[in-house]
C-alpha cells in the first residue's frame, strides 16, 4: 500500500472518530498532526499520548488516555499494513 493509500484511511479513521463531537470535518488540523506522527511514531503509548496532547492543545480538554490508546493501535495497524510485501 502506498502513503497516499495509508494516509487516506488514517483520515477515515481519524473522521470517524469524534471524541468532542464537532462532527465530520471538525478536526481537519488535529487530523494533520495524527497523520504526521503515526509516520514518525511505531510505540502505540508513545502515539496515544501524542494524539492526547494534539487534541488537548486545540480544544483545551483531555481525552482519556485509554481512548487516545485504543485510537492508536487502530492507526499504527493501518500503518503495519502498508509496510508489509507479499
Given at each position: ?8 484511511r ?11 463531537h ?65
Amino acid at each position: 500500500m502506498q502513503t497516499q493509500q495509508i494516509n487516506l484511511r488514517l483520515v477515515d479513521v481519524l473522521n470517524s472518530w469524534d471524541p468532542f463531537h464537532c462532527g465530520e470535518g471538525g478536526y481537519d488540523t488535529e487530523i494533520a498532526d495524527v497523520v504526521q506522527a503515526v509516520h514518525d511514531e511505531d510505540d502505540a503509548n508513545k502515539l496515544a499520548r501524542k494524539i492526547q496532547s494534539i487534541y488537548e492543545f486545540s480544544f483545551e480538554q483531555i481525552i482519556q488516555l485509554d481512548d487516545c490508546r485504543k485510537i492508536a493501535v487502530a492507526l499504527l495497524e493501518i500503518k503495519g499494513q502498508g509496510s508489509c510485501s507479499v
